[in-house]
């Protein structure tokens, strides 16, 4: 009897009940190198004639050293999970997004920082809100989701996890821009405005015409493993403890390494209404859709029919990336899997 090699063997047996090329194909093949990444900004009204160019430049700049210093990771065999908290402490340490340094004002006049940050293959997440002194919340979404048992900290409790988890803290100072303060006394002055026609106070009319971002990445290493995270200052003169949808899991960050990888920009009420990140995963995963095509229904169909705006950057498991957004612009960058980078900011 012949002495067949074990790999001849066992391609044998597996092709038996199925495509004999289709299947040879698939086991022959080495496990898949591709890796990428794509960043947002935030989404909103952003129009180019009310651009500068000089600050059209920087806002390019930091996109540009975001989204090459996480696809850096990647290129050199690094987790997606750290691709993903290197690019958003990029943007959150740029006075220009609304996360961390740019994290816009309260009705207070506090910066309340969201964060979350989630792993596509254990589905481990950890997310943190409304807190003041975390220099990069996303750094502590991560280590509540890797040194915790918990999954969602808020505020106090969540400033004294940071501390004693070595996670940078400054003083609530440094997150003053003066733009994000100008920007607050122009809401409160439309708000008063809106209110002296008003017979009574109106909380969603009032927030509606507020300006309100985010920062997020979604990463695919070379092993296949797919992250998401998300970071903001919320909406500007947002009471009440509000909190958005961006330390939601579900609502602005999901990953799963059978579907896909989504952060999420806009109104956060209404994304966490409509589980916006979850719900696209769900749709691949249950109605078997591509990643755009259920971008496209989320974003375009069901998001704006409940009144909202607003957009999501995504990677699914084989490398396809889609940014989708119903405004008028979205702050965006991605590297793909051939290696060519994207940087836009219009519609």
Sequence with gaps: MKNFPLFTIVVAILCTSCDK????????????????????GGAG??????????????????????VSKGYEILKNGGTSLDAVTQAIMILEDSPLFNAGKGA???????????????DGKSKAAGSVASVTRVKNPITLARAIMEVSEHVMMVGLGAEKFAEQNGIELVDPSYFFTEK??????????????????????????LIKNQKFGTVGCVALDKKGNIAAGTSTGGMTNKRYGRVGDAPIIGAGTYADNATCGVSATGWGEFFIRNVVAYDIAAQMQYKKVTLGEAAKETIQKKVPEMGGDGGIIAIDKEGNIVMEFNTAGMYRAAIDINGKK?????K
């Excluded at 994000?180 to 809401?187: H, P, T, V």
């Excluded at 994207?342 to 219009?346: M, R």
């Design 342 to 346: 994207i940087i836009e900011i219009y």
């Design 45 to 66: 009204t952003i129009l180019k004639e009310n651009m500068s160019d000089s600050l059209e430049a920087e806002y390019n700049r930091v996109l540009d050293l975001a």
């Design 21 to 40: 090329k289709e299947k040879a194909t698939e086991i022959a093949t080495t496990p898949s190198e591709k890796f990428c990444i794509v960043i947002h």
């Design 104 to 118: 816009v004002f309260t009705n207070e006049g506090k910066n309340e920082l969201d964060a979350s940050i989630m």
């Design 180 to 205: 994000r303060w100008e920007g607050l006394q122009k809401a409160k002055e439309r708000e008063k405005i809106e209110l002296d026609h008003a017979a009574a106070i109106n909380y969603d009319l």
